[in-house]
């Protein structure tokens, strides 16, 4: 069965204090890793895809790298209005589906 | 573009009753799909659609929820007779799709602001 686990549930950090969110999946062939950003009362924000191992991408002060079991999305120097919850989703082979880890809810403090 | 439109933004209801869930996906989009959010569940795809035609629904929960897409502009979800445990917030997603039988592999799903449902 396809899973997601995403770590920690939740994180507090410092504005400027750096981190990273992990995303462990086992799919049964792996088509794209997906990172969405989800603000409390709105839908899933989309920030990056990931399509193979070694692959990196950025995004202001985010960037989301992908090995072969998982994926971690490092955030440098946060602000307050990165505080979000970070989704993280695959799509395994021949499927158009996502399939969600629970989240990481993510607090920068001023 | 005015993204994926979803409505009502509320819904508050009766156990029993029918609740008709909303979508507009984005103009040009050939995609849709419908999640249900929870606390205990995290984001869960009930049923998606390409080209207005139902490609996987093993996501529905049970007979009580149907979804349609009468034309690439709409598309409803409901739940009748609605239940406290369906108390969710709903979203609904579109994306594009490349023709013929290859699928698009990389489409990133973009999301409507969800309906969050409360049955009493």
């Known amino acids: 069965e396809d899973q997601v686990t995403q770590s920690p549930e939740a994180l507090r950090l410092q504005e400027g204090e750096s981190s990273s969110l992990n995303c462990s999946y086992t799919v049964s062939g792996l088509r794209g890793l997906f990172w969405y950003r989800q603000d409390p009362g709105k839908g899933p924000e989309f920030l990056f895809t990931?399509?193979?191992a070694g692959e990196e991408k950025e995004k202001e002060r985010l960037k989301a790298t992908l090995t072969k079991k998982e994926s971690f999305l490092h955030i440098t120097a946060p602000k307050p209005e990165d505080s979000a919850t970070y989704l993280c989703a695959v799509q395994p082979q021949g499927a158009q589906k996502l399939v969600f880890g629970q989240g990481t809810r993510l607090t920068i403090n001023p | 573009d005015a993204g994926v439109i979803q409505s009502p933004r509320h819904e508050v209801t009766e156990m029993g009753q029918e609740v008709t869930l909303r979508c507009k996906p984005i103009s040009g989009h050939n995609s849709l799909f419908w999640y249900r959010q929870t606390m205990m569940r995290g984001l869960e795809l009930l049923i998606y659609f390409n080209n207005n035609v139902p490609i996987d629904d093993s996501g529905m929960p049970e007979d009580r929820f149907s979804a349609k897409m009468p034309n690439a502009s709409f598309s409803t979800l409901k739940i009748q007779p609605s239940e406290p445990r369906d108390s969710a917030v709903y979203f609904c997603?579109?994306?594009?799709?490349?023709?013929?039988?290859?699928?698009?592999?990389?489409?990133?799903?973009?999301f409507g602001p969800g309906t969050r449902l409360t049955v009493l």
């Open positions: 997603a579109s994306s594009t799709r490349g023709l013929g039988v290859q699928l698009f592999p990389y489409n990133e799903q973009f």
């Open positions: 990931l399509y193979s």
